[in-house]
């Protein structure tokens, strides 16, 4: 196969590349005639889910051979390409090249490749890159696997996958810069890689612009008005750049590196990322000529496109099932830390589901859309006595295998249930989860055993919705009955009554007072009480309250006891990506990273359970009283635009 170089002949290399295009694609799709995935339809595709084969491929040091399951652990395979300025920069920068050495889980191997006929190269100085920063932990060089052999010419199934899996946008794909001018014969293209996606908002749209030369932008240049301001990367930050050039009217900034110099994630620092600036703005290498035009007073217009290229990765689980990858969203080997992690969190909780339990259905693979949601009445044929122990086994997938049909947005879902629609109970919520921004992969186990009492009937409805103008999820729902493990060989306490305590609301001014102290009648056999809430919080005033601001939340046990659950890492930029261990869906669309009010996109909210036994009298049943209170920074929320709210269950558990 034939791939063009960027920057000369242009065209006439399109040309011959779409002649070629055939002859080249023809042996892909070829080779995947359903021999290497079973599961597949005859024409179509490797899927995420579908059972690789093994393969042996030679790398710098000798060969590599995988074999299905054999590895304990995940294979991630990434293939490189010079054509992509997001893989310049994740490969030049040294916090990425760092956070692959320091944060590559001990179980995950990968494998790193080149589409290019310059492979050789391409893998030489990969693996020279990381040497480098290795220094400190050489034993993670055993993990990591060059192969000078082009993906082209593999001749095995991974060729199929990553052109099967070909991408646009989100970092994949090639970001390109496209010069014209008055008189040139050809356009001149060259890769570019856009400013931080959280950082500049907006987006470069699909006019052509005329292009201004204004030396290093660290001063307003009214000339550039309505146009591309052309800078280079010296004399001041990113932001000033970005920021003069915003307030010069500049339409968008195309920042070159320095002769040398890498593509760099051009982001803001510190106080920098509070000023909203709403121009677009992207990071190429210099374009000589370009900058000789403009100095001579020929026009130059700019504009810009994406190209569709091949995947970049590919994940294989412990079970050796192929997996996407999802979005890197900027140029850093976490990403890759992040899925790995979430490959051991799945193979652990794969060896959680093989522990005894009794498993009751309630939805396998249904629809949840709408004001409805997704509904079912089940059986359950069982003696609650004979549990103390139940989890919720739910997990969400999308219309196809793939995440790119996945819903968007993080929404709040919530498992409501009925067991007799007479009580004061029906409608309760008995879990809730935040739904994973494009990502088919969540599943996981919440513990609501406290909530035992509150299925006592023969049968009962359960309700999982979302907001009714979300896109299609596909849910399934397992409840796990079973009887934890006694350390002390005494039997353990059952929760035998549930008490309904308070809810949230809109957090304003107001907020805590619709709170009054409560009295707690404390049934006559309770030996253990405990405090039970599920709280997040949501919306965004001007402090990013409920959902980015540090809330915390009280329950005052007999006007002394301060029980108290403080979300200390709203806002944070990557408080989320701590929670990939424990289940949050990584490489999410958005800003899954950030911390959030008591939750994480693609995560369950996991009940907050205090045992306040000895904060009560327990003789006098009716002396005992709680009261809430929530408070932002210590304090009453006191918001003066678009208060947030809280989301509140909370209930006090007693056991016998
Ligand atoms: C597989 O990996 C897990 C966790 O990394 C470890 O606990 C287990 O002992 C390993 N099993 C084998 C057979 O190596
Ligand atoms: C990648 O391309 C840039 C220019 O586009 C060049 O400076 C750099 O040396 C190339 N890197 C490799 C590994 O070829
Ligand atoms: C160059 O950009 C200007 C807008 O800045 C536009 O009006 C003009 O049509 C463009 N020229 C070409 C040849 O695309
Ligand atoms: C950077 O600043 C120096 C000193 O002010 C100046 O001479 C130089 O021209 C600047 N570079 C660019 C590209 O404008
Ligand atoms: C209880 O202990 C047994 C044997 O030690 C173990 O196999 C089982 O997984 C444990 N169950 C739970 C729920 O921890
Ligand atoms: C409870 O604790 C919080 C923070 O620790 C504090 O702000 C609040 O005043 C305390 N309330 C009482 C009644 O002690």
């Not at 052999?149 to 990553?162: E, K, Q």
């Not at 121009?279 to 000789?292: D, F, G, K, R």
């Not at 408070?631 to 947030?644: I, N, R, S, T, V």
């Amino acid at each position: 196969c034939f791939t063009c170089s960027y920057f000369t002949w242009f065209y006439l290399c399109l040309l011959v590349l779409s002649v070629l295009f055939f002859s080249c694609t023809a042996p892909w799709y070829g080779n995947l005639k359903i021999k290497n995935f079973a599961s597949s339809q005859p024409g179509a595709g490797p899927e995420p889910g579908d059972v690789v084969s093994a393969f042996t491929v030679s790398t710098l040091g000798g060969t590599f051979s995988y074999l299905p399951g054999a590895l304990n652990g995940s294979l991630v395979i990434h293939a490189f390409t010079n054509k992509s300025g997001f893989l310049e920069s994740l490969w030049s920068s040294e916090s990425s090249l760092t956070s692959l050495v320091d944060g590559l889980p001990d179980s995950t191997q990968v494998l790193f490749l080149s589409l290019d006929d310059s492979a050789v190269s391409d893998v030489l100085w990969m693996r020279e890159q990381l040497q480098r920063v290795a220094m400190r932990r050489k034993e993670v060089l055993a993990q990591l696997h060059f192969s000078p052999v082009p993906v082209f010419a593999l001749g095995n199934w991974i060729p199929s996958v990553f052109y099967y899996w070909g991408c646009v946008g989100h970092n994949c794909g090639l970001s390109q810069a496209v010069f014209t001018c008055d008189g040139c014969k050809m356009p001149i293209v060259i890769k570019r890689l856009d400013a931080r996606y959280d950082w500049l908002v907006a987006r470069w749209s699909s006019s052509s612009y005329q292009l201004v030369d204004v030396g290093d932008g660290c001063d307003l240049s009214p000339s550039v008005a309505g146009s591309v301001a052309w800078v280079s990367e010296v004399n001041c930050s990113f932001f000033n750049k970005v920021q003069n050039m915003a307030q010069s009217n500049a339409a968008g900034v195309l920042v070159y590196s320095l002769p040398g110099n890498p593509i760099q994630d051009m982001n803001c620092v510190g106080d920098e990322c509070n000023y909203p600036l709403n121009i677009p703005a992207a990071m190429v290498h210099e374009e000589v000529w370009v900058t000789l035009a403009l100095r001579s007073g020929q026009l130059v217009n700019v504009s810009f496109q994406t190209t569709p290229s091949p995947n970049f990765f590919i994940g294989i689980d412990q079970q050796g099932t192929l997996a996407e990858m999802g979005w890197f969203l900027y140029p850093a080997f976490n990403f890759i830390n992040w899925q790995a992690q979430w490959f051991e969190f799945v193979a652990g909780l794969k060896t959680k589901l093989q522990s005894p339990a009794k498993v009751v259905s309630v939805f396998d693979k249904i629809t949840m859309q709408g004001e409805k949601g997704a509904v079912a009445t089940v059986d359950l044929p069982l003696d609650l006595w004979d549990f103390d122990t139940l989890q919720l086994d739910l997990s969400l997938s999308c219309p196809s295998r793939r995440d790119s049909s996945c819903a968007q947005w993080d929404h709040t879902v919530q498992l409501f249930l009925c067991c007799d629609e007479l009580s004061s109970f029906c409608n309760t919520e008995l879990g809730r989860w935040i739904t994973a921004f494009r990502r088919g992969i969540g599943r996981w186990l919440t513990d609501v055993s406290p909530l035992l009492p509150l299925l006592n009937r023969n049968r009962c409805t359960f309700t999982l919705k979302t907001v009714p103008w979300a896109m299609p999820w596909i849910a399934s729902l397992s409840l796990r009955f079973s009887i934890s493990n006694q350390t002390d060989g005494a039997r353990k306490l059952h929760p035998f009554r549930v008490m309904p305590l308070f809810s949230g609301g809109t957090f304003d001014k107001s907020y805590n007072k619709r709170y009054w102290p409560t009295k707690l009648p404390i049934p006559k056999s309770s030996k253990k009480v405990e405090l039970y809430a599920v709280i997040t919080g949501h919306g965004s005033d001007e402090n990013g309250c409920g959902e980015f601001c540090v809330t915390s939340h009280h329950f005052l046990i007999n006007s002394i006891y301060n029980n108290t659950l403080t979300f200390d890492s709203a806002g944070t930029a990557l408080g989320c990506t701590m929670r990939v261990k424990d289940g949050a869906v990584p490489n999410e669309h958005g800003t899954w990273l950030y911390g959030r009010g008591g939750w994480c996109d693609g995560l369950q909210v996991d009940p907050w359970r205090v045992d306040i036994t000895k904060q009560l009298d327990l003789s006098e049943s009716e002396s005992n009283t709680v009261v809430y209170f929530g408070l932002f920074d210590g304090m009453d929320p006191d918001p003066a635009q678009q208060p947030g709210y809280i989301i509140m269950s909370s209930f006090l558990i007693f056991y016998k």
